[in-house]
């Protein structure tokens, strides 16, 4: 079974020169934008330290930050990228919130000038740790020490690689055979969005310590969050 090579990542931020100022603006922004920047704007936030996730894409942030539109900020906020198949069908789920909203009230808000939303994408940029782990309970010993950057690459941005929604974890835990089938459940159930990078480590490091220790089903936790229509 070849060696789980630990990787570490930052994202570099691109500007696409696209910016708005309302919320139909925003709609007509995101309908054509390129991919990468609705990936930035949900999944980057996880990179970036912030004082508390109750809004958790950077969509939802700016209506309520900037726009003062509660209504708004709080439908985008539970949109739960997970449970999409790709960056198209959650751009086509984002119009539709913001489409509801907007058809719902005739007021038009706007910011002020140095408020408007400034779209962006992003890059990942792959760093070789140059540590590598041959077994399960290797990885358990690595897992704590592990860098946000590499959670972010093996648990959060694997799962846009072949087969898509798989995070490294479970693919190579896989390659041992039924064994470690459990585990890999058990790994399946951790919110890859609704946690930060920290709690995410830490519930590796749970799930991967209880299996070791004792050869059982790890501790599940909640399903992903799906957002109500």
């Given at each position: 079974?070849?060696e789980f090579?630990i ?9 696409t020169?696209?910016r708005?100022?309302?919320?139909r603006?925003?709609?007509?922004v995101?309908r ?7 990936y930035?704007r949900?999944?980057?936030?996880l990179?970036?330290?912030q004082?508390?996730?109750?809004y ?5 942030a ?5 726009l003062h539109?509660?209504?708004a ?8 990228p997970a449970m ?5 069908e ?9 489409d509801?909203?907007l058809?719902?009230?005739?007021l038009m808000l706007?910011t002020q000038?140095d408020q408007?939303?400034y779209?962006a994408?992003?890059i990942?940029?792959v760093?070789?740790t ?6 399960p309970r290797?990885l358990?010993?690595a897992?704590p020490?592990?860098s946000v950057?590499s959670?972010?690459?093996h648990f959060?941005?694997?799962?846009r690689q ?6 490294d ?16 459940d ?6 890859p969005?609704?946690e930060s990078?920290?709690v995410i480590?830490?519930r590796?490091t749970?799930?991967?310590k209880e299996?070791?220790e004792t050869?059982?089903a790890p501790?599940?936790?909640p399903?992903p969050r799906?957002?109500k229509?």
């Amino acid at each position: 079974m070849p060696e789980f090579a630990i990787k570490d990542c930052a994202l570099s931020m691109i500007a696409t020169g696209r910016r708005a100022q309302t919320l139909r603006e925003l709609r007509n922004v995101i309908r054509d934008v390129h991919p990468g920047s609705i990936y930035h704007r949900f999944w980057g936030t996880l990179l970036r330290t912030q004082p508390d996730r109750e809004y958790n894409n950077d969509f939802a942030a700016w209506c309520y930050r900037s726009l003062h539109d509660g209504p708004a900020a709080e439908r985008l906020a539970v949109i739960d990228p997970a449970m999409y198949s790709d960056l198209e069908e959650l751009r086509q789920e984002i119009i539709e919130v913001i489409d509801e909203r907007l058809d719902e009230t005739e007021l038009m808000l706007f910011t002020q000038g140095d408020q408007q939303f400034y779209f962006a994408r992003s890059i990942i940029v792959v760093f070789d740790t140059h540590r590598v782990a041959a077994d399960p309970r290797e990885l358990l010993a690595a897992l704590p020490q592990m860098s946000v950057g590499s959670i972010f690459y093996h648990f959060i941005d694997a799962r846009r690689q072949e087969p898509i929604g798989k995070d490294d974890f479970q693919m190579w835990l896989t390659g041992f055979g039924d064994k470690f089938a459990p585990l890999v459940d058990a790994i399946a159930t951790i919110d890859p969005y609704f946690e930060s990078l920290f709690v995410i480590r830490d519930r590796l490091t749970q799930v991967f310590k209880e299996f070791v220790e004792t050869g059982q089903a790890p501790t599940r936790f909640p399903a992903p969050r799906r957002r109500k229509r």
